[in-house]
């Protein structure tokens, strides 16, 4: 079993900037790819960031690419999302996931909640 705790969720101003984190146990970290995505009030889950298991690799929704930055720190078993210039659509429950198998995000977080104020 793996075990997902998001934190660094909170209320910023637009423009500003906050740093999630999600910190593993429970499993083998640094063997697994790890992502973000977010779900927004009344809204389906989507996609946000992604990261290879050695970080050699990221992905990003176009909606957040040049503004979020994602990175890992297996010594840590930690994944952390920079995100600046936010803006009031990025407002949602963030959540990560971890890929046990390669085919798909099979463990995910409770979420944090990013609210940004206009």
């Known amino acids: 079993q793996v075990q997902l705790v998001e934190s660094g969720g909170g209320l910023v101003q637009a423009g500003g900037s906050l740093r999630l984190s999600c910190a593993a146990s429970?499993?083998?970290?640094?063997?697994?790819?790890m992502s973000w995505f977010r779900q927004a009030p009344g809204k389906e889950r989507e996609f946000v960031a992604a990261?290879?298991?050695?970080?050699?690799?990221?992905y990003y929704d176009d909606s957040v690419k040049g503004r979020f930055t994602l990175s890992r720190d297996n010594a840590k078993n930690t994944v952390y999302l920079q995100m600046n210039m936010l803006k009031p659509e990025d407002t949602a429950v963030y959540f990560c996931?971890?890929?046990?198998?390669?085919?798909?995000?099979?463990?995910w977080g409770q979420g944090t909640q990013v609210t940004v104020s206009s």
């Open positions: 996931a971890l890929s046990s198998t390669g085919g798909e995000w099979d463990y």
């Open positions: 429970g499993r083998t970290f640094s063997t697994h790819d």
């Open positions: 990261i290879s298991w050695n970080g050699g690799t990221t």
